[in-house]
């Protein structure tokens, strides 16, 4: 590499169907350079011209649709990063019946699929891309989120500065809506009392004072805070040396409206106090 700054490059890939072209024109917006369907073999030429360019960020959508070139996508990506460049991987999923509504409601073949049925194509996919899959930064299943929901999850990983430290995304959530399969570590807030039973603060969220208040006055609200915060300082170092740049919690509760949103704030405030570069999303908010 040959410019004085450091080329950063956001590997996009993923199922069919899973939101890669949504988070291609995320990316665009955040000012990254974007290029979809790039052959692997030509990722560290273009590395070289972006930066001769003067271009910092440069996202790649990288798919199934190279075929036979798909598997040498870890021998590029090894060789820009030798060269100096760091690389995050952001692998996009959804549910097999998900995939087919969409694939269906656009009324397109998968690449993959040839003769056969679509949830053949499907399962071929998933096993050519087990492997990126295994080895992603970022994963992020899309089954429940509409467009725009996606486009603040690759905000909220994309969207500030460039940093050395350890990037960490808290996502609150409600257990009756499910598991967000793409977090790195779950956590269950159910063991503080629950505002919802409290008839003047049932109609508020977490992110209202008086409810947020409620929650954290509890001495266990507090040590938790306290060991995920400790937790953090504590893995980070051995992430950042793995390579893994950023890290998903998910905090839950049963709704996903009053405690965990509380508690996923209060612990965005003090991770930043860390300084480690942290957002919230709010999952369920707003959900009845």
């Given amino acids: 590499m040959t410019s004085s700054s450091p080329l950063e490059i956001a590997l996009i890939t993923g199922l069919s169907g899973a939101g890669r072209r949504t ?16 052959p692997p ?11 001769r360019d003067g271009v910092t960020r440069l996202a790649v959508v990288v798919d199934v649709r190279s075929r036979e070139q798909f598997d040498q996508v870890p021998t590029a990506l090894a060789e820009v990063t030798k060269k100096g460049a760091t690389v995050t991987s952001v692998f996009l999923e959804a549910t097999d019946d998900v995939i087919v509504q969409r694939q269906e409601s656009n009324r397109r073949p998968l690449p993959l699929q ?9 399962e071929r996919e998933r096993r050519l891309l087990a492997d990126l899959r295994a080895d992603a930064d970022i994963v992020v299943d899309t089954s429940r989120l509409s467009a725009r929901q996606l486009t603040q999850r690759i905000d ?44 003047e603060l049932r109609p508020k969220s977490g992110l209202s004072r008086d409810v947020a208040q409620y929650v954290l006055k509890h001495d266990a609200a ?22 893994k740049r950023q890290v998903t919690l998910a905090i839950g509760c049963t ?28 999952r ?4 009845e």
């Fill in 23 to 38: 988070a291609a024109h995320a990316m665009e917006d955040l000012g990254w350079y974007v290029v979809d369907n790039l």
């Fill in 41 to 51: 073999l030509m990722i560290p030429s273009l590395a070289e011209t972006m930066l």
């Fill in 114 to 122: 040839g003769g056969d049925r679509l949830i053949e194509g499907i």
């Fill in 156 to 199: 909220n990983h994309f969207g500030g500065e460039a940093t050395d430290r350890l990037k960490i995304s808290i996502i609150s959530f409600g257990f009756k809506n499910g598991v967000p399969v793409d977090a790195d570590m779950v956590f269950d807030v159910r063991f503080l009392p629950n505002p919802f039973w409290i008839p």
């Fill in 222 to 243: 507090q040590q938790f805070q306290d060991h995920m915060v400790n937790l953090l300082a504590t893995v980070a170092p051995g992430y950042l040396a793995e390579g």
């Fill in 255 to 282: 709704g996903g409206k009053h405690r965990s949103t509380s508690m996923s704030e209060e612990l965005a405030g003090r991770l930043r106090e860390k300084g480690f570069p942290t957002t919230v999303l709010h």
């Fill in 284 to 287: 369920d908010l707003g959900k």
